[in-house]
């Protein structure tokens, strides 16, 4: 994808003429490699043309528009690339990718290794049951629980069957199309996972006459974009034009976009309001 000199009106007040490896690299190359997850839609996917696409995605393209003026580089090519859960976060910290904009839980545990932006997404853990299952979570005690294997949501589980008291098999799957077609199976009993994705799936399947959600939230989960660590000049480049974005309106405008049939939440109206200004 090649992006040309545009003029955003994001009323950018930020540095001019910042350095540092990324946004050498950046310039050098005038290329910013951008990782997203395939099979994270709503947030990041690859659509039926086997292009990037979803939330995230389009906010990180909003953003290199804004990078490119920042940069004074009339051309700059973004490319996207393919990764998984298992190795995003190494092809931040190898700097393979620039930016990792997909579904990522900012944790201190993964600022080890990279570091993020300010938070441009909220999301939460919720149940996925059988039509007649009841939705209290202690009412799964002694049955099987799927999540999706190598992520924040697993570890919650974890942390939720433990809070909670209850005794109940925690399952792994690859994909959440993989631990879906299991509860439908009768092979699990419910299935835990983001609230985003969940929701997204069960509207495009047409799942709601055999499945149902539960309501309640059972975590909070502020996400990010990933980016090398201790890079604070691209970092702050990058939080300077996302606090533009949420400032002028963009950031809401994408939610409208791409996610037309999911409603924000409360965490998500808070975190419009209080992102941080443009001085």
């Not at 545009?6 to 951008?34: N, P």
């Not at 989960?221 to 974005?245: C, N, P, Y």
């Amino acid at each position: 994808m090649r992006i040309l000199y545009l003029v955003l009106t994001l009323a950018l007040g930020v540095a001019g003429q910042a350095s540092a490896q990324t946004i050498d690299r950046i310039r050098e190359t005038g290329e910013l490699k951008i990782g997203y997850r395939t099979d994270a839609a709503p947030i990041s996917y690859a659509n039926e043309d086997g292009n990037a696409a979803g939330y995230s995605v389009l906010v990180c393209v909003t953003l290199a528009q804004a990078l490119a003026q920042n940069l004074e580089m009339e051309d700059l090519n973004v490319t996207f690339h393919k990764v998984t859960g298992e190795d995003r976060f190494d092809k931040v910290a190898s700097g393979e990718i620039d930016l990792l904009c997909g579904t990522s839980t900012i944790t201190l545990e993964r600022r080890k290794l990279v570091d993020f932006s300010i938070p441009t997404y909220v999301d939460g853990a919720i149940v996925l049951l059988p039509r007649n299952g009841n939705p209290s979570f202690q009412s799964l005690d002694g049955k099987k629980i799927g999540v999706r294997s190598n992520t924040t949501t697993a570890r919650a589980l974890t942390n939720t069957i433990a809070s909670t008291g209850i005794s109940a098999e925690e399952v792994a799957f690859d994909s959440y199309d993989g631990g879906i077609e299991a509860l439908k199976n009768g092979e699990i009993d419910a299935f835990f996972g983001d609230q985003s994705i969940i929701v997204h799936k069960v509207n495009t399947l047409n799942l709601g006459s055999e499945l149902r959600l539960t309501n309640q939230l059972l975590t909070v989960e502020k996400q990010g974009l990933a980016l090398a660590r201790g890079d604070s000049e691209f970092r702050l480049l990058v939080d300077q034009i996302l606090s533009a974005m949420y400032q002028n309106g963009f950031m809401k405008r994408i939610y409208e976009q791409t996610l037309p049939n999911l409603q924000p939440g409360q965490a998500m109206q808070a975190l419009h309001m209080i992102a941080p200004e443009i001085p």
